[in-house]
């Protein structure tokens, strides 16, 4: 079973920044939190990660809150393009455990 | 291109035919990794591979087998006690360096058995 909970799906403004939030209560103290988005019939898209500092990249910025329970992931500026399911991970090791992850709709 | 290819893209076959799915990665990345995706949900485990000839069970693998012959390369073969086979099949690959490593993922694999 996943390890992290997330909303089933969330609307957003083309051109306005999208936070999409996932819990992680459970996360141990090895444990990564990763993000990857999934455009429609696509493999998935590594986004970003951390552990327990704040993270930013091209594509996006990572809040993790001090106690590591929940993270938010940040579009600055979504997109349509951005339109996808995105999954929130928590992980030490080898395996993957998605979830059923936030469907992320962006309107014109 | 460095990346992940996976083929082909849709395949069709008929029940109680095996069928086996390529992958294939450039990236020299020492894990590789099986996964299947029903419509609406996420990603679950078959197989996955940290070296070669070595390869373990992940939590669905029943109706599957693989191979790890070459580092670039981790075939599935879908078998015909596979109950429900249709599905999205996604490959992906990582390197070996701590847990920090994520996953690439190649284009997938749509499986339909009629």
């Known amino acids: 079973d996943a390890k992290t909970t997330q909303p089933t799906s969330m609307d957003c403004a083309e051109g306005r920044a999208a936070n999409l939030p996932c819990n992680h209560s459970t996360i141990s103290g090895n444990e990564y939190v990763y993000w990857y988005r999934q455009i429609h019939s696509q493999g998935p898209q590594y986004i970003i990660h951390g552990l327990k500092n704040n993270e930013t990249n091209e594509m996006a910025s990572l809040i993790i809150t001090e106690d590591r329970k929940s993270s938010t992931l940040i579009l600055p500026h979504a997109t349509l393009r951005d339109t996808a399911v995105y999954y929130c991970?928590?992980?030490?090791?080898?395996?993957?455990?998605f979830g059923g992850g936030t469907r992320l709709m962006v309107k014109p | 291109d460095g990346g992940i290819t996976q083929s082909p893209k849709y395949l069709f076959r008929k029940e109680g035919q095996n069928v086996t799915l390529s992958c294939e990665q450039n990236?020299?990345?020492?894990?590789m990794y099986w996964y299947r995706q029903d419509p609406g949900q996420g990603l679950r485990l078959i197989y996955y591979?940290?070296?070669?000839?070595?390869?373990q069970k992940g939590d669905i693998a029943e109706g599957y087998s693989v191979s790890r012959e070459k580092k670039e390369s981790f075939p599935l073969t879908v078998t015909s006690a596979q109950k429900n086979p249709t599905a999205f099949y996604l490959c992906a690959s990582r390197r070996l360096a701590g847990p920090g490593g994520e996953q690439y993922f190649g284009p997938g694999t749509r499986l339909t058995v009629t």
């Open positions: 591979s940290q070296i070669v000839n070595d390869f």
């Open positions: 990236l020299n990345h020492d894990a």
């Open positions: 991970i928590n992980n030490a090791g080898n395996m993957l455990t």
